[in-house]
């Protein structure tokens, strides 16, 4: 039996946690599990539900509505057609006959491809569209590409309270309605923002403004804790979308036989020395989560690899893929490494972070073991990243 849990009269959690999930998508790290929120609204007049459940915790979200007895559903908010808000919707609309989903026209489309949804029970809504419950009024405002080009947000009028879905969540499995311990739900909605939002910052700044204009007492988001203190969660945003990138190098890298690592360790303690932080991680054992945090703020890149078979390692092909995929605001990068007899690693690396806006600075790859040569090469890029850092405060 699963209790929804209530935030004021009329207005409930009915969503579940997913304690156990380790992977999104088969590719994002859920340290921490997650939840997939759903809200139920009950006005004068209608009922609306926003958002379902990720479709594996169904019964979750169908439990916890015959908890509150509710018979009639007249209204199912799609926010977002991705499937862990959207998955639900087949069971929702079968057991609740009168309900007619409300979602933006690019949603429509997508919920009729994705899930094979019935387009005569879905309603199509403008930016601005208001829809009436009674005595309480939903307000839509579109939000494309937070994350998917058809993403909209719910504010709910005269409660003030902003049903964003994915924006501004974290992946937390928690008991917690509401954020009490902000550092800890600060790191997993930056971790959350760095792998799902920092592709789209650009987008995101637009959309952050507009989410200003409105009068906010609550943000409960799609994924994680309710933030009771708007602020907290907006400010964070804010300096992770405008904020100019920090004195920070982020140091990706794999050593086969050594000689790299040799080259990392000295490159860490000559940036360190010029009062540069590095926060370096070896991909033979990394949490690629951990790698897209460092990522929002750090001024520099410098990878580090081998040479295989003539390029990079595959796990530092991986990560710049990823680097470049995530688009974040780094303004420099450079490579170091080693190779046994040639290669096109400079080259082939280079050619794969061309998303990114960045000064390349010249790279030190050395064939073999350093020597002293290579290590003043190594004191020289420290010597400029730290130069370049200055110039950016
Ligand atoms: Fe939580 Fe984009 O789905």
Not at 32 to 58: F, M
């Amino acid at each position: 039996m699963m209790k929804p849990r209530k935030i004021k009269e009329g207005i409930y959690w009915v969503g579940a946690v997913d304690w156990d999930r380790r992977l999104f998508d088969d590719l994002i790290p859920l340290p921490d599990g997650t939840s997939y929120n759903a809200y139920l609204i009950q006005g004068s007049e209608k009922t609306a539900l926003i958002d379902t459940v990720d479709p594996t915790t169904s019964h979750v979200l169908l439990d916890r509505l015959d908890q509150l007895n509710v018979e009639r559903i007249d209204y199912v908010i799609a926010n977002h057609a991705e499937k862990d808000h959207s998955g639900t919707l087949p069971q929702v609309l079968e057991r609740y006959p009168a309900a007619q989903v409300v979602c933006t026209p690019k949603c429509k489309g997508m919920l009729v491809d994705m899930l094979l949804a019935p387009e005569d029970r879905i309603l199509a809504v403008d930016d601005g569209a208001t829809l009436s419950l009674g005595d309480r009024t939903l307000e839509f405002i579109h939000a494309p590409w937070v994350h998917w080009p058809e993403t909209m947000l719910t504010y709910l009028r005269e409660d003030k309270i902003l049903f964003p879905c994915d924006f501004f969540g974290s992946h937390l499995a928690t008991t917690d309605l509401y954020v009490t311990d902000e550092g800890r739900v600060y790191e997993a909605a930056k971790r959350y923002y760095a792998e799902i939002m920092m592709p789209f910052r650009k987008i995101i700044q637009k959309n952050l403004k507009k989410v200003q204009g409105y009068d906010i007492s609550l943000i409960a988001p799609s994924h994680g804790p309710m933030y009771d203190r708007p602020e907290f969660i907006l400010e964070a945003y804010h300096d992770w979308v405008f904020g100019e990138p920090k004195n920070i190098v982020v140091l990706p890298y794999i050593s086969m036989h050594g000689s790299t690592r040799v080259m990392v360790n000295y490159l860490v303690d000559a940036l360190v020395e010029k009062g540069v932080t590095v926060e370096q991680f070896n991909l033979a054992v990394t949490d690629i989560g951990k790698l897209a945090m460092a990522l929002v703020d750090a001024a520099t890149i410098v990878i580090g690899s081998p040479t295989v078979l003539t390029g990079a390692h595959p796990n530092v092909v991986y990560a710049a893929y990823l680097a470049n995929a995530l688009r974040p605001k780094t303004k420099f990068v450079s490579i170091i490494g080693s190779y046994g007899w040639g290669g096109k690693m400079v080259q082939q690396l280079a050619g794969m972070i061309s998303n990114l806006k960045v000064e390349v600075l010249d790279p030190v790859v050395i064939q073999g073991h350093p020597r002293d040569e290579d290590f003043a090469a190594l004191d020289k890029l420290a010597a400029t990243i730290a130069e370049k850092h200055k110039a950016l405060k």
